[in-house]
DNA sequence: AAATAGTAGTTAAGAGTGTTAAATTCATTG
DNA sequence: CAATGAATTTAACACTCTTAACTACTATTT
């Protein structure tokens, strides 16, 4: 942060800092310890500045959700695009649903409300994660066309078998390695997947 | 609270009292709102006495958790003297795991620190939840007796597939009716079940 | 009965939180 | 140079967890 002299920066910079040094912060020592003070002393700036690009602290949390869940709407798409399988699009999609969470944990904290990580604002109601689970589900009935309500099942079903193996590999890592809980996830997915045939 | 008169409380009443307390206070305004002076206030006494019970908040929400896991490890006790089928047995356990999770919702957040509660202290290491795993495992084994590992495998799959389906459950509820969400927890559960053979 | 010891409970304070209003600095313009 | 306006900070409020110091009361001992 000090890099950077503090004058030039622009106001879209400084926001960006901020979101960044939320994130450094709860990586490193969780979200129980993310204030906005601390957040300011990182940035160079006194607290209030803060409130200057976020109306509260719960917006900053959501606006860091929003971002996580774009984000992975976007691989959602890029995935759409490379491949044409519905298996194997699903199959990607699950892989980079585990990747996204284990290379930024602190923001998959956020979007889930997990371990001291707490954003009011709901986590439905997101036109990212609504876009999501579209392609989700489209892609689901492309290989198994049944009623709306049996795909909307499945997609269910498919988000908590991910979400869950994800959650419970991070409760685990101590006594589970991740590289180990990570083939798990994969067989379990890769059997899901070939079962809704 | 204020029925009681706390002068011919026990030690043991007004320390279930603060338990008690904080369960409530989370239950109606979520973990983010339960303070140390705010369980004092409904307890009727100051501050301080709560740390006369408790050396800390963490230490508190830590025994809110232990008890969690105490209760469902004597519910897993229960269903296996009850039932004799390995299979009825699992599936049995699975439905107490949802019972549990909507019955009482403000400790299975504390169990794994959900929507704002957050314990320091981790999850491992807890007895109860050794037992339980022990449970399940044996029970996995006695009908498909595989190396440790591949039990171990089941287990841990089992475990987030359950937890994946509540948490998720609880997150769509405004959507997603609960009575619905139990619906495809039974039914995803059973298949699972099934399928081990 | 008076003095002392011990306990139950309180108030007060320190350090930190989110948040806002007021004050201050600084640059630019008339 | 004076004055306006924006940028930034200080100060404050109402909380948080937690601990030290103090008070009030009970019970025992002299």
Redo the contacts with the bound molecule.
Sequence with gaps: MEVIE??QRTREQTRQGIVFTAKDIARREGWQA?????IADAID?????V??YF????ILLNEIRTEGFRFLREEYNRIMKLYRDPEKRLYEISLIQWKFAFEQPETYQVMYNLNGAFCQVSICGSQDLEDMAGLVRETIFSFIPKSRESIQKLYFEWWSISHGLITMSMILKDQQPVDQSELIYRDTLRRFIRNLR
Aim: aromatic share 12%; no cysteine.
């Design positions: 503090r004058k993310v204030s906005i003070r601390k700036y006194s607290a209030p500045i409130y200057e109306d509260s602290k719960d």
